[in-house]
T-cell receptor, first 114, second 115 residues
Framework: AQSVTQLGSHVSVSEGALVLLRCNYSSSVPPYLFWYVQYPNQGLQLLLKYTSAATLVKGINGFEAEFKKSETSFHLTKPSAHMSDAAEYFCAVRRSGGYNKLIFGAGTRLAVHP | GAGVSQSPSNKVTEKGKDVELRCDPISGHTALYWYRQSLGQGLEFLIYFQGNSAPDKSGLPSDRFSAERTGGSVSTLTIQRTQQEDSAVYLC?????????????FGPGTRLLVL
């Protein structure tokens, strides 16, 4: 069965500091992995996705994530946080082979303070 | 172009009433998904449509929940005899096809409150 674990329900960083949001997955077959961001009272917006083409994936708004099979991880990073990055971030996995639903982690709320 | 739209944006209802939630996917998208976001359960898959058929409805929590899609476009999620535990944000998403790496585009959600 597929599952996703996001370590840390809340992360707080200073503006300009490194952002690191952790995601570990469990999958018996090669997964497809996604990071979505949700701003208050809005739907989910795709940040980036891993589809096996490259292990380092660059997304929108300066975010990137690295797929590490040996660690079953897909952590999201950004070198320098902006105030506008404050939002909730969700990691999701989708099993290959025609299983279409996304399995989401519990989410990590990122706070950015001056 | 236009994104996924959902209506109403907010719905307050009394326990025991029926509610209908609507989703308009991105034009031309063949796949449509419903998810539920609640405090206790996080983001959960409910049902998936390919065209007008639903190959996977495994996430529907009870037989009070049903959904249909017509014309390969608009979808309606119906909750009968609502209960307080149905209070949540109901999110709809669509994708062009159903390939594994396909991006799902989400609507803003319908926030349902059952009193």
């Amino acid at each position: 069965a597929q599952s996703v674990t996001q370590l840390g329900s809340h992360v707080s960083v200073s503006e300009g500091a490194l952002v690191l949001l952790r995601c570990n997955y469990s999958s018996s077959v090669p997964p497809y992995l996604f990071w979505y961001v949700q701003y208050p009272n809005q739907g989910l917006q795709l940040l980036l996705k891993y589809t096996s083409a490259a292990t380092l994936v660059k997304g929108i708004n300066g975010f990137e994530a690295e797929f590490k099979k040996s660690e079953t991880s897909f952590h999201l990073t950004k070198p320098s946080a902006h105030m506008s990055d404050a939002a909730e971030y969700f990691c999701a996995v989708r099993r290959s082979g025609g299983y279409n639903k996304l399995i989401f982690g519990a989410g990590t709320r990122l706070a950015v303070h001056p | 172009g236009a994104g996924v739209s959902q209506s109403p944006s907010n719905k307050v209802t009394e326990k025991g009433k029926d509610v209908e939630l609507r989703c308009d996917p991105i034009s031309g998208h063949t796949a449509l998904y419903w998810y539920r976001q609640s405090l206790g359960q996080g983001l959960e898959f409910l049902i998936y449509f390919q065209g007008n058929s639903a190959p996977d409805k495994s996430g529907l929590p009870s037989d009070r929940f049903s959904a249909e899609r017509t014309g390969g476009s608009v979808s309606t999620l119906t909750i009968q005899r609502t209960q307080q535990e149905d209070s949540a944000v109901y999110l709809c998403a669509s994708s062009l096809y159903t390939l594994d790496q396909e991006t799902q585009y989400f609507g803003p959600g319908t926030r349902l409150l059952v009193l």
